[in-house]
């Protein structure tokens, strides 16, 4: 299996809601993603899950809030969110040994989130 | 990490071969050459990567100069289903998880 799934495939919520994005991925990777981007830009880096530990965090503004339960799933909370924040959502993994090269990373087909 | 130019967009004719040249001058020592590839609406895919001199999948070639300094993704005979975007990134070695995408080439294939 090398496929990462997210779910839902499209998302609509108000600016108070809370909600949140799936990932999950059977490949045996330590390395997981979040990406978002926004219509004709190129993916833009959010969070790197490396073992299940959160290792960079790209500035995020709080309203996004990842989790990893395990090394298979990666969830991304959403809450108080902003019309500018809607874009796809993109989740990717990698495998990572330790010291090894993570550059091949498998995207998922993305949430398309928009935010009213 | 180098950042890399390449051009915004391409189009080219059914059963040609393109190449789309990538420019990233501060590359470093450790430092990887990745091309991905996005179709609409989908998940960026990874199709080759290479350090130096030539590097070939069956998708795809990947010529590397000795400086280093550009990059060159070869995609044989191309058909219309290979109209996408297409990143070049330089991904630096040994652990580092990130990827920062640049601008990307909109290749547009034309029957």
């Known amino acids: 299996d090398t496929e990462v799934t997210q779910t839902p495939k499209h998302l609509v919520m108000g600016m108070t809601n809370k909600k949140s994005l799936k990932c999950e991925q059977h490949?045996?990777?330590?390395?997981m993603y979040w990406y978002k981007q926004k219509a004709k830009k190129p993916p833009e880096l959010m969070f790197v899950y490396s073992y299940e530990k959160l290792s960079i965090n790209e500035s995020v503004p709080s309203r996004f809030s990842p989790e990893c339960p395990n090394s298979s799933l990666l969830n991304l909370h959403l809450h108080a969110l902003q019309p500018e924040d809607s874009a796809l959502y993109l989740c990717?993994?990698?495998?990572?040994?330790?010291?090894?090269?993570?550059?091949?990373?498998?995207f998922g087909p993305g949430t398309r989130l928009t935010v009213t | 990490l180098a950042k890399t130019t390449q051009p915004i967009s391409m189009d080219s004719y059914e059963g040609q071969e393109v190449n789309i040249t990538c420019s990233h001058n501060n590359i470093a020592t450790n430092d990887y050459i990745t091309w991905y590839q996005q179709f609409p609406s989908q998940g960026p895919r990874f199709i080759i990567q290479g350090y130096k001199t030539k590097v070939t999948n069956e998708v795809a070639s990947l010529f590397i100069p000795a400086d280093r300094k550009s990059s060159t993704l070869s995609l044989p005979r191309v058909s219309l289903s290979d109209t996408a975007v297409y990143y070049c990134?330089?991904?630096?070695?040994?652990?580092?998880?990130?990827?920062?995408f640049g601008t990307g080439t909109r290749l547009t294939i034309i029957p």
């Open positions: 490949m045996g990777h330590r390395a």
């Open positions: 990134l330089v991904v630096r070695g040994f652990g580092n998880e990130k990827l920062t």
């Open positions: 990717a993994s990698s495998p990572r040994g330790s010291g090894g090269l993570s550059y091949e990373q498998y």
